[in-house]
């Protein structure tokens, strides 16, 4: 049968449109205004959760068939590296429950998947930026830890408007204060 060019043409046309819709989703549930409640919270929106669980779930099913079909005599490798996708899930749902923080006049407390939660007061930040990497903000404490906001987590024009009061602007890399400027009305950077 002759390779078809058709076919292989729809994959990258469904893929591109799939991730454009994608991120289009996660940047309208970042933007989603928070309920009173949560009022100066950063937290990942519920999308990020389900994303996690299905991936997760999907992953681990097609995994099991591999490794548990009848005519399996040795686990194969493609299997194994199905589990990453498995693990990324996993990894995101995590987040999702313990990457929360929250702020108020005096700080900023902060949630980790590993290692111990804490809080800080806004005078400790030497340093804010940003990583294109990843898509989020950073906070280089006094202490000489780090602590990252996540691009795709809502509550950032709250974030951007306290690091502008109250963090001294000589310490907000010149760049990411425009950015914090746009975010504190509403405007957040793309994804």
Do not use: C
Request: aromatic share 14%; glycine share 8%.
């Amino acid at each position: 049968m002759p390779y078809s060019w058709y076919g292989l043409l729809f994959q990258i046309v469904f893929w591109l449109v799939s991730m454009m819709l994608f991120r289009r989703w996660m940047h309208r549930a970042r933007l989603r205004s928070q309920p009173a409640t949560a009022a100066g919270t950063l937290s990942q929106p519920p999308e990020v959760f389900v994303i996690g669980v299905v991936v997760t779930i999907l992953f681990s099913v097609i995994t099991s068939i591999l490794v548990y079909r009848p005519d399996a005599a040795t686990m194969d490798w493609p299997a194994l590296f199905l589990l990453a996708p498995a693990l990324l899930g996993l990894w995101l749902v995590a987040d999702y429950v313990f990457a929360r923080h929250t702020m108020d006049d005096t700080g900023m407390g902060y949630g980790r998947i590993f290692g111990k939660n804490g809080r800080f007061a806004w005078r400790d930040v030497d340093r804010v930026g940003f990583s294109q990497w990843t898509g989020g903000y950073w906070l280089a404490l006094a202490s000489g830890e780090k602590v990252r906001i996540g691009g795709t987590m809502t509550g950032q024009p709250a974030f951007a408007s306290y690091v502008l009061q109250h963090v001294p602007m000589p310490r907000i890399d010149t760049d990411v204060r425009k950015m914090l400027a746009a975010a504190a009305q509403g405007k957040l950077h793309p994804l």
